[in-house]
């Protein structure tokens, strides 16, 4: 064994795990979002922080007023799914390091006095922990149907606010029938790492 | 048990895994590196996009160059980890989708004729396959010591090309003395979970 992660749980997060585009209408609580959460929270980010924001969709009504924003291919999934999580980064995140990283309260004015500054540091950490979050969805037996594509800024003017920048959405739930495509290929090792 | 992942499992990955600072001189084999790279290849990127490239830096020579592009508190770290890695992202990933994703051949040309789509679209694809490839490290019962604290745009002309634009450096090992900090709190699920 090279890995010290054992054959079930490889399984379950990585070799098996599938992103699903149908869903039983098994429901996604509250409380299995919480522990997904209270996993993947220890997931490493740049100074420990935490610009990742999760606004679940849960009424029909505002699943609707999500929909609308996707992808015509993606709108018939959102609206059958048990859980829908519109996943964004929040810029103004700078304001909690001094309590997430004690080690250097400074960090907050040295590195992040200036709004792109933020932004890109949003962009990047948000992006770790949305990977996270999704093997947190599958560590929590579920699967996860993140979606790119659809109009964000229109989610973000119907969801959030200025500071609230949505990047993907993420369907949540048990697999339903003919849940996903045939697996794609992947690139080979020598096509990916190089040695210098 | 409110996840279907085995306690030991969850500690590997998340609970007990911690970004180490220094390292014991095990070496980190090329096996190993391969074995991280089969499990995480699996995880999930919009149309099974593949941005992420991987430099390991191994020779003495290589870390030198390498430590003179990161912040002054980062230079030992590197010099000392038995393997660092710099992760970037392939802007001309887009090449490779009618392979990847054969279901939808045309999105390379539908979504990605412009650079400025592609650089947005590798930045987050690349990002969630660096968070993977952090989970597959901890998989291998290595640590992680992702840094971000470097000046890319010198790593990038000493390393890559203007294709390959590199976003974090990890340093890869067993944790040695004094490995870490204590660990920094975390953000309460209901400061980050909302519902609508």
């Known amino acids: 064994?090279?890995?010290?992660?054992?054959?079930?749980?490889?399984?379950l997060l990585f070799r098996e795990a599938r992103t699903a585009n149908t869903f039983t209408d098994d429901p996604v609580t509250?409380?299995?979002v919480q522990a997904i959460y209270d996993l993947i929270k220890f997931g490493p980010t740049a100074f420990n922080q935490a610009p990742l924001r999760i606004t679940l969709v849960r009424s029909p009504a505002a699943r609707e007023r999500l929909a609308q924003h996707l992808a015509e291919g993606n709108q018939k999934k959102t609206t059958a799914a048990p859980l829908v999580a519109i996943l964004s980064a929040d810029i103004e995140f700078h304001e909690e390091l001094p309590t997430l990283y004690p080690h250097f309260p400074a960090a907050k004015d040295v590195f992040y006095s200036e709004r792109p500054a933020r932004e890109s540091a949003a962009a990047l950490n948000a992006a770790l922990q949305a990977a996270y979050f999704i093997i947190g969805i599958r560590a929590a037996g579920l699967a996860a149907g993140p979606m790119t594509g659809a109009d964000f800024a229109g989610i973000q003017k119907e969801f959030l606010d200025d500071d609230h920048v949505p990047f993907v959405v993420i369907n949540i739930g048990k697999p339903g029938q003919d849940?996903?495509?045939a697996r794609g290929p992947r690139l080979e090792a020598d096509q990916v790492i190089t040695t210098v």
């Open 1 to 11: 064994m090279t890995l010290a992660l054992d054959s079930a749980a490889q399984n």
């Open 30 to 32: 509250d409380e299995q």
């Open 179 to 181: 849940a996903w495509f």
